[in-house]
């Protein structure tokens, strides 16, 4: 039986460990050591690193594990990104021990390199697809980014989507605004309000939500987005116009 836990690092960050059926954890985008440390202090046994991108808040704690875990960290092919052993590319198959066997997916958009995992039943997607939202583009294209949602939106729907930032209820804000006649947002944010009072985290979140519920998994439907249209004068005619103009709105957003 695999078990999900979201360890708490930084303002935002989530470090995720997925717990397999032999006892041992994948650990992804550890950038503070700290947590994991004290995880392993409590009996976290650590069977792989998956490395989602470069940024210092997934990778930061790399150095100070390698001293506690002798195992293999698997990441994208990028020069920034010290300490990884085993560089994985789209395409590859993974086996760890106790796991089923892991996909992984180019996803360029929020950073060049940016890569994420799936076993079908759960994703590790790092910046890219965010509850509710999605990442910034930092160094990838539009047309990048919409590609990479795209192949993640195709995966089944129950597929539980482990993101690393705590920025749904920001991203719900936008969401209404975008899209302001969605019921099944609107529950959702109700159920997320609740858990995030509780000081539970509103993750893992669900394909199937997310395509019923983000605004940039919506594109297809320009007759949803009508807070779009009135924000811009005007509905642009193509999928990749609307999300270029949904992400140039967000990132503005207050």
């Not at 950073?111 to 509710?132: E, K, N, P, Q, W």
């Not at 997310?210 to 779009?228: I, Q, S």
């Amino acid at each position: 039986m695999t078990v999900l836990q979201a360890l708490p690092a930084f303002e935002d960050n989530y470090i995720w460990c997925y717990r397999g059926n032999e006892g041992g954890s994948i650990v992804v985008d550890p950038g503070d050591a700290g947590p994991v440390l004290a995880a392993i202090a409590d009996g976290l046994r650590i069977e792989a690193i998956f490395i989602t991108h470069h940024h210092y808040d997934h990778i930061g704690g790399l150095g100070a594990l390698r001293a506690a875990f002798t195992g293999p960290v698997y990441g994208p092919e990028d020069a920034r990104i010290p300490g990884i052993d085993r560089i994985v590319r789209h395409g590859d198959v993974l086996q760890v021990s106790g796991f089923r066997p892991f996909r992984v997916m180019a996803v360029p958009g929020h950073t060049r390199s940016h890569i994420a995992y799936t076993d079908s039943s759960v994703l590790f997607c790092g910046d890219t697809l965010f509850s509710l939202g999605c990442g910034r583009l930092f160094e990838g294209s539009p047309e990048q980014m919409l590609a990479s949602l795209d192949r993640l939106a195709e995966l089944p729907e129950d597929t539980l989507v482990c993101c690393t930032h705590e920025y749904t209820l920001s991203n719900a804000r936008f969401a209404a605004a975008a899209e302001p006649d969605n019921p099944e947002r609107d529950y959702l944010i109700v159920d997320i309000k609740v858990r995030r009072g509780s000081g539970q985290p509103s993750l893992p979140s669900r394909i199937a939500i997310e395509k019923a519920c983000n605004p940039f998994l919506r594109t297809h439907f320009p007759e949803r987005l009508t807070g779009l249209k009135e924000h811009l004068g005007f509905m642009p005619e193509s999928r990749l116009a609307r999300f270029t103009a949904l992400r140039a709105w967000k990132d503005q957003f207050r």
